[in-house]
C-alpha cells in the first residue's frame, strides 16, 4: 500500500516544484521590466536635458549683420504690368563666418532674382560679404493722383534661413545710397534711406510638430526710395483731348437749336471723343478699383456734355413754342454757368491732387 503512494507522492512534489519555479520566474520579469522602466524614464531625462541644454545654447544672444546697398541702375518700369527693374551691390559685414549670408539672400518682393560677382573675404576681425544684384521687383503702384502720383519703391531683404533670435540686421545707412547718375525719363528720384523691422510670418507652415500660434519673426532690412513724377507735361499731353471736347459741346449753345445735326450732333460726338481719351489713358495704367483723378476728370466730363445735350433740348423746345428770346438768354446763361463751374472744378481736383 505504501509503496503505491510513492508515485502519488512524487507527483504531489513535482508540481509543488513547478508552482514555485513558475512563482519565482515571474518575480523576475516584473524586477526585469521595473529595472527597465526606471531605464528608459533616465534615458529620457537626459534626452531632455541635452534638448534643453541645446536650446539654451540656441536662444543666446542674436547674431548682429550690418547690411547696406548701392543702387547704380534702375530701368524698364512697368506700369500696367507693376514692376520695375533694379541694379545695385549688396554687402554683409559680420564678426561671424560661416553664416552662409549670400546663399541665403532672399528678396521678399522680387519676381525674378540673379546674383554675380559674389565675395566672401575677413578684413580684420570682420567677414565681407559682398553681391551684385539684378533684381525684378514686384511694387503696388498707387495711381489716384496720375499723372502728379509719387510712387514709394521697397526693397524687402530677409534671410531665410535665420529668424530673429539667430541674426538681427543693422542698418549701413552711411555707405548705402543711390548712385548720381541713375536717371529714369519723367521721373525725379529722391528720399533713400533703410530701415530695420522685424517681420512675423503668422503660420506653422503645416509642421505638426510645431504648434499653431508659434509664430516665427524675420529681420528685414527695407531699401527705400520716392519716385516723384514730373507730370506737369504729361497733364495737358493726356488731357487736352478731353478739355476739347467739352468746349466743343459749349460751343454748340451758340448754334440755333433748330439746327439739329450740328446742335446734337457735336455734343454726341464730344461724348465718344471723351470715352476715347479714358479707354487710352486708363489703359496705360494698372488696374485700380479706387477712383482716381482720372476717373473725376473724365466723370465731369461725361456729366457737363449730357447736361449740355439736356439743355439743347430745352431749348429747342422753346424755340418750337415760339420762346426764341427765352431760348436764346437759356443757351446764354447755360455757357457761361457751365463754363465757369466746370472750369472751376478741374482746378479745384487738379489743385487738390497736386
Known amino acids: 500500500i505504501y509503496i503505491s503512494l510513492i508515485p502519488l507522492a512524487l507527483f504531489f512534489i513535482l508540481a509543488a516544484g513547478a508552482i514555485w519555479q513558475n512563482k519565482t520566474e515571474n518575480i523576475q520579469k516584473k524586477d526585469t521590466v521595473t529595472d527597465k522602466k526606471r531605464s528608459d524614464t533616465e534615458v529620457k531625462k ?74 566672401n573675404e575677413k578684413r580684420g576681425s570682420t567677414f565681407f560679404h559682398s553681391v551684385r544684384i539684378n533684381a525684378k521687383i514686384k511694387e503696388e503702384w498707387n495711381v489716384t493722383d496720375f499723372p502728379f502720383d509719387e510712387q514709394v519703391i521697397e526693397i524687402k531683404i530677409e534671410d531665410f534661413d535665420k529668424d530673429n533670435t539667430k541674426l538681427v540686421f543693422v542698418a549701413d545707412t552711411a555707405a548705402s545710397k543711390i548712385d548720381k547718375d541713375v536717371h529714369l525719363d519723367g521721373w525725379k528720384i529722391k528720399d533713400f534711406g533703410i530701415t ?52 466743343i459741346s459749349l460751343l454748340t449753345f451758340f448754334i440755333n437749336p433748330l439746327d439739329l445735326d450740328p446742335r446734337f450732333g457735336l455734343s454726341v460726338g464730344a461724348i465718344f471723343a471723351a470715352i476715347a481719351s479714358q479707354y487710352v489713358i486708363t489703359s496705360s495704367l494698372p488696374q485700380n478699383e479706387s477712383l482716381t483723378l482720372v476717373d473725376i476728370l473724365h466723370d465731369i466730363t461725361f456729366i457737363y456734355i449730357f447736361l449740355c445735350i439736356l439743355v439743347s433740348t430745352i431749348s429747342l423746345h422753346y424755340m418750337k413754342q415760339g420762346k426764341e428770346v427765352l431760348s436764346q438768354k437759356l443757351d446764354r446763361i447755360s455757357f457761361f454757368i457751365f463754363a465757369v463751374s466746370y472750369i472751376g472744378l478741374i482746378i479745384y481736383f487738379v489743385g487738390k491732387a497736386i
Request: glycine share 6%.
Open 46 to 119: 537626459e534626452l531632455a536635458d541635452k534638448e534643453e541644454s541645446s536650446e539654451k545654447e540656441v536662444t543666446g544672444p542674436a547674431d548682429t549683420v550690418k547690411v547696406g546697398a548701392y543702387i547704380f541702375s534702375l530701368y524698364d518700369l512697368d506700369f500696367p504690368g507693376n514692376k520695375l527693374n533694379a541694379d545695385f551691390y549688396l554687402w554683409y559685414n559680420t564678426k561671424k563666418d560661416s553664416m552662409d549670408l549670400l546663399q541665403n539672400l532672399e528678396i521678399i518682393n522680387s519676381i525674378e532674382l540673379n546674383k554675380s560677382y559674389e565675395m
Open 196 to 247: 530695420i523691422d522685424d517681420h512675423t510670418y503668422e503660420t506653422n507652415y503645416g509642421d505638426p510638430d510645431i504648434p499653431l500660434t508659434d509664430y516665427s519673426a524675420f529681420s528685414r532690412a527695407t531699401m527705400h526710395f520716392t519716385l516723384e513724377r514730373e507730370g506737369k507735361g504729361l497733364f495737358f499731353k493726356l488731357f487736352v483731348g478731353l478739355f476739347i471736347s467739352v468746349l
